[in-house]
């Protein structure tokens, strides 16, 4: 089968192009060794199917971000039949730039005029055939969106395909030609292929052709001293920058006539009003910019996982309404305490309904069957996987609006806008988004990090977005924290609620400093980024996102996850004569909760707590399958202690008793919910991070989760033990002070003296690597 | 007159003489068109001051003042 490769700028309708020409034939991976996706489908209008593959999008073909590196070494070494070009009609000055680079090799070629539709819409006119005879190579004009003269395209591409193509090249300076004919000999005579555009880089002093042909250095450095440009100097890359530029400019300002004269009164080029100047008046607005952006965020996140939709419910509006369907399915299902449900989460009631009813029907089948394999079944293998399933719908409602707000162009300015503050941390503006969206998931989040172009900047992201407390982990907030204001009589559960999501901030904040300056060092990488033109997002696209996300998250659950959820599930329903209990109490899981729970002294829920105090390290690890499994822990070891014990909604009762039965303190309990916060996130997040990771990091990341969480918690339980341990009584318990001040003493020495820690740690390392050189 | 890109006020423009700075960054910039020769007209400033939004060869680029640093323009004359 032929493979022809699709390149051109990104923003130019390569997406759309690719989604046209393949339909449902596309996949959908990643290139080997990195993140960056790559897609491959079937075009089967030809006499024989085609095989198309979408590199990803780029501005030249130099080494500068993993994708450039990842086209270029597609088309060089993986040798395509063809490369469409893909060139935005709109913008020929810029995307022409990358074809005089993709001309320079040895392979068949073809250009794709794109959003010509755009044009026409303007009037103006381009001459295609003109172009075609310039640049040398089939020229045909295209719109991928209205899916116009496409099957043209392909017959034409086809047609090129069969005969091979003489890499050519546009240079014109005539000394650089000269010595590039140098070097391209030289570069025949070694046999290398694609000899022009090799020996062009080199000229180029491209760093990835001055590490393979450093032999040839010495030519292109003694050519250099008998040169001298009036302008340039010696500065070849500038050079030839610039005459490929030239060459574009001298040859197609042609080529396109506008309908309408540019006003250009006084020969001073009248800055015209597009539609995207417009909208951006507004969106970046100095003052009102970052206004319009946290209230796009809200609503984001209030259409996702609100629970009273606008808030029509909160004035009480619905007070005396009792609604026709109150008492069915519908009622759970739209309606919350007098509000109705946002989109999102009536998606997620929808499924977390139908799996109710699924599990309930398998276990009536099975009601034949020995208790221990339905419970398997049903508690294991079921209610594992619907727990993580149960996170799709929003997490692809959360997918969607993000995917919109990256496809219609406001993504970029969104990174425009907030560069400025995460510079301060060493991140780019970026690195906001999946920041942002942890508060919703991690899942998501971890893969949007895929926008960052830094490995190092990817990986730190990475590691504190759990910090970004999730949805999951709202129940277990909620829970503690109301469990705490009935058992101490504390007022303000919204209080310690709000401290908690600070804590997880401040916490990303201080663990991003410090890998910034450590092991994940580097400085913000360059923020030179095409702002693109806004325009509508596309329907049919932002599905085919969505189903390629939600096939990669299934495929996950049915596999990684599950197997890591029936692990759990085993052990906490086997004892160690490896017989089925069916409860929690006397498994093996109980017993290793007893082993680890000394662990846990210094973070207030360790061998300071009485009988029961074992729940609080299982469930942690329970916590890992999904964070909600914490409070259904409570629920479980509740009805045993008090029997006849029904679990509640919220879980605050739950939490109660635990308190009661176990003598933790408050401080115990907050600081079992920073734990919660910090630690490891749930197995569908550590799938997606070691997925996302690059190669080797994963295991680094579980040890920093653990060790962040566990020094964090420590420190905030050993603050909150300068307060009486009796909220209203001012009560301390004995030897709480003792322990606390002089903890607390050290934290507060060790957060001073750690810059300076900083400063040696890399001072080791510059001179380790001094020896090393 | 000749100033850098990040002195430049909105709504002032400039032809680019010089590319300053070394390496992957200066590749960069060339390959976004800011070459010598390429006329740029400063748009916009993010809400906090930094980056600059500039239109640049029928486009719009943003880039950090510190990377503005670089670029050398002959100022364009108002009239």
Known sequence: MKRFALAGNPNCGKTTLFNSLTGSTAHVGNWPGVTVEKKDGVYKKLEEHVSIIDLPGIYSLSPYTNEEVIARNYILDEHPDLVINIVDATNLERNLYLTTQLLEINVPMIIALNMIDVLNKEGTVIDVEAIEKKIGVPVVAVSALKEDNLDNLMKRAYEASKQPREGKTIITNKDILHLIGDVNIAFKGKEVENPLFHAIKLVENDELEVANHSDLIPMVEAFKKTFNDETFGDDFEAIIADNRYHYISDNFHTVVKKAVKEEEEDGKKAVKMSRSDKIDRVLTHRVFGLLIFAVVLFFVFHLTFGENLFFIGAGGLFENVNPSFAGTAWEGLIWHEGGINSPGVILFNAFDMTFGWFIELVGGWMGGAPEWLSGFVCDGVLSGLFAILGFLPQILVLFLFFAIMEDTGYMARVAFILDRIFRKFGLSGRAFIPMIMGFGCSVPAMINTRTLADDKERTSTIRVIPFFSCGAKLPILTAIAGGVAGAFGFAHVDLITYSMYVVGIVAAIVCVLLMRHTTQKGDAAPFIMELPEYHWPQFKALMIHLWDKAKHFVKKAFTIILASTIVIWFLSNFGWNWRYLGSMDGSILQSLGQLIQPIFTPLGFGAQLSAFGWVFAVAAITGLIAKENVIATFSVLAAVIVSGFEGTEEGVEEAIIMIQNTGITWQGCIAFIAFNMLTIPCFAACATAKAELPKGQFKWTLAFWLVASYIGTAVIYSVLNIFPSNLNGHAYKNGQLAWAIPVVCVIVALAVLTPFAIKWWNARKARKANLGA | ?79
């Open chain 2, 1 to 79: 007159m000749l100033k850098k890109l990040d002195q430049f006020k909105i709504g002032e423009t400039g032809l680019i003489k010089k590319v300053e700075g070394e390496g992957r960054l200066r590749r960069r910039l060339f390959d976004m068109g800011v070459t010598p020769g390429a006329t740029v007209y400063l748009r916009k400033v993010a809400p906090l001051g930094d980056p600059l939004e500039v239109t640049i060869r029928g486009y719009e680029l943003t880039l950090r003042k510190s990377e503005a640093q670089l670029v050398v323009l002959e100022v364009e004359e108002k009239k």
